[in-house]
């Protein structure tokens, strides 16, 4: 990746989180936070990756409200960053904060405790089974 297309991807990240959280009025986003955007080689579609808190239920909603509000927030876009076009934009769910709090809490569920004395402390090559005169 190029980078000037990292830099306008991180500025349209920038962007479209500050226009979500600051200009976006709709009661149905919850505590929504962009988490990544990926944007296509030539510049014409933006995957923004979105987490929020709650349920299934928030999740939908925040969906639906970030859609309704795609037009408003393409066109703050296209104040905010320089482009000679402004890329469409897809809302996609972000799973991976989800995916890394039910692993955490897989990893806090495993007994931890070091193994008992004796068991795997044993040294290998004390005796090498060389020759010695």
Do not use: W
């Not at 986003?29 to 990756?49: C, H, P, Q």
């Not at 905010?80 to 799973?95: K, L, N």
């Amino acid at each position: 990746m190029s980078n000037r297309h990292s830099r306008i991807t991180e500025d349209i990240k920038r962007a479209v989180s500050d226009i979500v959280s600051r200009q976006v009025k709709d009661p149905r986003l919850g505590m929504v936070s962009i988490t990544d955007v990926e944007l296509s080689r030539d510049y014409s579609v933006a995957k923004v990756f979105f987490s929020v808190l709650g349920d299934d239920k928030a999740v939908q909603d925040s969906l639906t409200g970030l859609n309704n509000a795609k037009g408003f927030i393409r066109t703050e876009l296209a104040r905010r960053v320089r482009m000679r076009h402004t890329p469409e934009i897809a809302f996609v769910y972000d799973e991976s904060i989800e995916r890394g709090a039910r692993i955490n809490a897989i990893l806090r569920g495993l007994n931890l405790s070091p193994p008992p004395e004796g068991e795997g402390s044993e040294s290998c090559g004390e005796d090498s089974g060389g020759d010695s005169l």
